[in-house]
């Protein structure tokens, strides 16, 4: 399966000499999932195809990456003249805050470039790798004001919410059954040998029980801080037993995961798990379900 073709479902790029991402000025040298300094560098469709040679990646999904608030639409721009510029990305998820007054006309803009599918905004602020309570929009009559509006379009939400939100990530799915769910870095497993795990599984399986949620096999190590193998594999075989191969995606979330493993690595985990799986469903999660949910058919 080493030839098949891989859609990447979650990356980022950024210009720190052209652009502002509040998050990796140097006044902010943490981040919920360690220190940043590693990657506070401009990284680009160059850099991303240096670290991914050899694995055979035909398309990427590009997720926001914290670009200044204050400029509503200067990364939709940037990101869809960068594909028609060089052919990549393929697809973009926009920071919209549902809750603004003007979420909807915003969403209606960015509707207006090809390149965009949906929105990420999200559920739990600060340590949001993290299990504990925390406050979220999703019962806010104005956040789901923003939600409806992606609704009428049947576009994408890109899902972060740890296990704790699990209950409500459900109920959100079936109040808006057009918006494609997609569960971000598989919902920040903890390690297998912390009592947190069943919680995070527990979670898991309540959130597949809406047809329209599904995971991205992606930052496996965010929860622990750190790239254990061994430990990754077993919450992947936990996601692709609750969600089923149609819908689990793989993704890198680079340069962010650079923090803790080089892309090959990743991905060459990713084929050696699928590896007893029917051909067809391997490449349903390398490949054709990020096509399907993504619409990069289209």
């Not at 803009?109 to 406050?135: E, K, N, S």
């Not at 049947?154 to 296990?163: E, I």
């Not at 599984?201 to 929860?223: D, F, H």
């Amino acid at each position: 399966m080493q030839d098949f073709p891989i859609i990447d479902a979650h990356v980022h790029f950024w210009d720190l000499e052209q652009h502002r991402y509040p998050w990796l000025e140097p006044a902010k040298p943490s981040g919920p999932f360690g220190r940043t300094a590693a990657i506070r560098r401009t990284y680009l469709l160059d850099q991303y195809l240096e670290d991914a040679a050899g694995q055979n990646v035909t398309k990427l999904v590009h997720i926001e990456a914290g670009w200044d608030p204050a400029d509503r639409l200067g990364e939709m721009r940037w990101v869809q003249a960068l594909a028609d510029r060089r052919g990549a990305p393929h697809a973009h998820i926009a920071h919209i805050d549902l809750a603004d007054p003007d979420a909807a006309a915003l969403i209606a803009h960015h509707a207006a470039f090809p390149l965009f599918r949906g929105v990420r905004d999200r559920l739990q602020q600060g340590d949001f790798t993290g299990g504990g309570a925390a406050h979220t929009p999703i019962d806010d009559p104005a956040w789901r004001k923003g939600m409806q509006a992606l609704n009428d379009r049947g576009l994408c939400f890109d899902l972060q919410a740890p296990p704790v939100l699990a209950g409500k990530a459900v109920g959100l799915a079936r109040a808006f059954p057009e918006v494609r769910f997609i569960l971000t870095h598989a919902g920040y497993p903890p390690s297998p040998e912390d009592p947190a795990f069943a919680q995070w599984e527990n979670g898991i399986r309540a959130m597949a029980q809406a047809p329209n949620i599904a995971v991205k096999l992606s930052g496996l190590m965010l929860g622990e801080k750190a790239w254990q193998p061994r430990h990754a594999k077993q919450a992947a075989q936990r996601l692709i037993a609750a969600f089923g191969s149609n819908r689990v995606l793989v993704a890198s979330n680079f340069p962010v995961d650079r923090l803790f493993a080089p892309l090959s690595e990743l991905f060459t985990h990713y084929r050696d798990w699928f590896g007893a799986l029917p051909v067809t469903e391997q490449c349903k999660m390398l490949h054709d379900n990020a096509r399907r949910l993504y619409r990069l058919g289209d």
